[in-house]
């Protein structure tokens, strides 16, 4: 099975930024779609950012559009968020996560997820 271990998670300033990183072993990690998701306290996980597994095509949610980026180095089996502009809203825990389809990603039917790395950001 494979492996998901997110860092790079930390407290930030608001208009700062943050780069997660994702690696992964234990499996076929370039044929797999990758995406994020974040969580912040008494509220449900959301969706962040897909790729494809060729890293081809990314997707975002639309509270994020223009400000995260994600990237993937399938080489290293890495994944990424880069996070600028970050603003108090985004505070939650980051997980990554991995499925077979962008789609299913989207939608959070992912096989496998990380244990997930703390955001901070201080106004």
């Known amino acids: 099975q494979v492996q998901l271990v997110e860092t790079g998670g930390g407290l930030v300033q608001a208009g700062g930024s943050l780069r997660l990183s994702c690696a992964a072993s234990?499996?076929?990690?370039?044929?797999?779609?990758m995406g994020w998701f974040r969580q912040a306290p008494g509220k449900e996980r959301e969706f962040v950012a897909s790729?494809?597994?060729?890293?081809?095509?990314?997707y975002y949610a639309d509270s994020v559009k223009d400000r995260f980026t994600i990237s993937r180095d399938n080489a290293k089996n890495l994944v990424y968020l880069q996070m600028n502009s970050l603003k108090f809203e985004d505070t939650a825990v980051y997980y990554c996560?991995?499925?077979?389809?962008?789609?299913?990603?989207?939608?959070?039917?992912?096989?496998?997820w990380g244990q997930g790395t703390q955001v901070t950001v201080s106004s």
């Open positions: 996560a991995a499925a077979n389809l962008v789609s299913q990603v989207r939608i959070g039917q992912c096989e496998y």
């Open positions: 234990g499996g076929a990690f370039g044929g797999y779609a």
């Open positions: 790729i494809t597994f060729s890293g081809a095509r990314t």
